[in-house]
């Protein structure tokens, strides 16, 4: 998890104090078509990028973002040259030859060239590999303007999308280069020593996630058959790898077939899915071909979730990252339960307990201030580990049935799908599928920081029934009580077991339940479903014990009577009822009690204390 979560951080630094560009929201894109020379062995690229974008208001301008070291010879539209203006703040402002009135559609086309290394990015590398060379790009969040003009901000996807890719045919060792980027290949042209690759990607795409890589890869591919309507998993990886790759990703349809299970078809079947090797350790989840720096099935498992989580609906803000890391992080885990079974599922959650709780602060969710640094947009223990906790613990608190159904919903809502979404639009789906008001569950586990440690008080007050107290501390002071269900397991003195979920929503509640054995211990969380820490379960005094320490005189009474308590006990009320049940005397805490105004006859006095609840009877004459 620290491989992917670090892969993931590096490209996104030197980005970070990248503002939202006020001047790129007044139109919308809808297509580009990327048409790209590149040559591995040079850190260079060169090309034309024709945009298709709609007015949202009249314009007689239109800004793109692009790094200003790159250079813009010529930009067309119609045929005409166009003038335009490159500044310090990374962009290429264009001026119309006429104004493009709002709702109208219209297009253009930026032929620039440079070498982006030099933006000092790292969303464009070209390196090598067993001393073959190879180019890549890595745009998270804001490295897409370092190797071609386009729109960045988490607020427009591309509708569709061509990427051309002109490569010299063979590399210096003579074998053939390959080209991958998103969506599917149309066609392979030569022209003398030189093939251009088309790639067609006909699904919602932010910039973020276009990608392209060329180098001498291996090919093969395995078939996902998808119920009857199958697609491709396509590797691209270096040779000198290709034994370890073709024996590490089959284990890809697995997953592919568990998660369209759980979420429903994968979001990009009619194109493809694909692995392309490139000089991370971790990964990235470009859509419809995951860059991978290994193949490890955690690592598979991650930027596989992402095609649903992240690149079908994308976080709408990096405030939001945990919609897209904390839910692939969580599928990752749904494939250890799955296809490892529940003790290693536990085991991983305890792994991720313990990440999260090494800490005592922290939310899932960032503030703005929180957006100015990249290690906390890409915190493992945040945005990851407890995105991914917290997600587990809004399934157990709603059911498997309605938490994943609610997922789905989430996948397909008509404002979110192939678009953004940001916190409060996914806990709104969350509360349609399950009928519950989740703003309490959100607040303390998702916008606010920390975690509780609990002390679990039991006994068996009779042979058919344990008493539970539940008290709470809480790690942070912007939580003042975690309300969550909270499991426990009772173990019986042969070997019973009975699970029971108490909801606590108090400090100090007190449950009843209702048992059939005697009882041995109890385990508090024994699956591990909760965030907490230093934990400790007490089995309280025995009842009886407990009575015993009690008295109450003189009794019968004629007026008064004392009550006598040890001093390590605290009662916090006193009840007096009569024969028909029907409460008469309530007082917190007093050792005496005047009972003249009572009529004679039986009275039952009871004691709520810290320890459990003491009835005992008094007669007045």
């Known amino acids: 998890m620290e491989m992917i979560r670090e892969a993931e951080t590096k490209a996104a630094l030197n980005k970070i104090l990248h503002r939202v560009n006020m001047n790129t929201g007044n ?84 032929s620039y060239s440079g070498n982006p290394i030099s933006s000092g990015f790292g969303s464009f590398e070209q390196t090598t590999h067993n001393g073959d ?4 790009t890595l745009s998270e969040p804001y490295g897409a303007m370092g190797w071609w003009p386009c729109k960045q901000d988490l607020i427009d996807k591309i509708d569709n999308l061509d990427v051309y890719i002109t490569t010299p045919i063979n590399n210096p060792s003579n074998e053939e280069y390959i080209a991958v980027s998103n969506g599917l290949e149309q066609s392979q042209t030569i022209n003398g020593s030189f093939k251009t690759t088309h790639y067609k990607h006909q699904y919602p795409i932010p910039a973020y996630l276009v990608a392209m890589a060329v180098t001498n890869y291996a090919v093969y591919s395995h078939n996902v058959p998808n119920n009857g309507d199958p697609f491709e998993i ?36 009619n194109e493809k899915y694909g692995h392309a090797q490139f000089g991370w350790g971790g990964g990235m989840e470009h859509t419809t071909v995951s860059f991978m720096g290994s193949f490890g099935r955690g690592l598979i498992a991650h930027e596989l979730g992402h095609q649903w989580f992240g690149d079908k609906v994308t976080c709408g803000s ?71 906790m917290v997600t587990h613990m809004l399934r157990k608190k709603l059911s498997d049935e309605t938490f994943f159904q609610g997922m789905q919903n989430y996948l397909t809502d008509v404002n979110l799908s192939y678009a953004y979404a940001k916190t409060e639009d996914y806990k709104a789906v969350m509360e349609t599928a399950s009928g519950q008001d989740l703003t309490e569950f959100f607040n303390d586990w998702i916008y606010n920081q920390g975690y509780p440690s609990y002390t679990i008080e039991w006994q ?30 009772v173990i019986g003195t042969s070997g019973e077991v009975l699970d029971l979920v108490l909801d606590n929503t108090t400090n ?12 041995a211990n109890i385990l508090f969380d024994p699956e591990v479903d909760l965030i907490s820490r230093n ?43 009569n024969t028909l049940g029907q409460l008469l005397i309530t007082t917190p805490w007093t050792s005496n009690l005047d009972f003249s105004s009572l009529p004679t006859g039986m009275f039952f006095v009871q004691l709520e204390t810290n320890l459990g609840v003491i009835n005992k009877s008094v007669l007045k004459n």
């Open 27 to 110: 139109y919308d894109v809808t297509y580009h078509r990327l048409e790209l020379d590149v040559d591995p062995t040079q850190a260079f690229i060169s090309g034309d990028v024709t945009t298709y974008f709609e007015a949202k208001e009249n314009l007689s301008e239109v800004t793109f973002e692009l790094s200003n070291n790159m250079v813009v010879s010529q930009i067309l539209q119609r045929g005409t040259p166009l003038s335009y203006v490159q500044n310090s703040e990374d962009e290429l402002v264009i001026t119309l030859n006429q104004v493009q009135n709002m709702g109208v559609l219209d297009s253009l086309t930026i």
């Open 133 to 136: 060379p190879i180019v890549w």
């Open 234 to 269: 396509i590797n691209y990886v270096y040779p000198e790898d290709l034994d370890y790759a073709e024996a590490s990703t089959p284990v890809t349809v697995d997953i592919m077939n568990l998660y369209t299970d759980l979420f429903g078809e994968y979001p990009f079947a």
């Open 318 to 388: 990096w405030k939001d990252i945990w919609l897209n890391e904390g839910f692939a992080t969580y599928l990752s885990g749904l494939v250890i339960e799955n296809l490892d079974g529940n003790s290693s599922f536990i085991s991983w959650k305890e792994s991720l307990n313990s990440s999260i709780t090494s800490q005592s602060g922290g939310a899932v969710y960032l503030t703005d201030s929180d957006t100015l640094s990249v290690n906390r947009i890409f915190s493992s223990r945040l945005s990851y580990n407890k995105g991914a």
């Open 460 to 489: 068996q007050t009779n042979e058919s029934q344990i008493r539970v107290s539940i008290a709470q501390t809480q790690s942070n002071a912007s939580v003042s009580f975690f309300e969550a269900p909270v499991p426990i397991r």
């Open 508 to 519: 100090n509640e007190i449950f009843l339940r209702a048992v059939t054995f005697p009882v």
């Open 535 to 577: 934990n400790t379960v007490l089995l309280g005094i025995n009842s009886v014990e407990l009575d015993n320490q009690f008295s109450i005189y003189p009794n019968p009474t004629a007026q008064n009577i004392t009550i006598s308590k040890p001093q390590n006990i605290t009662v916090n009320k006193i009840n007096v009822y």
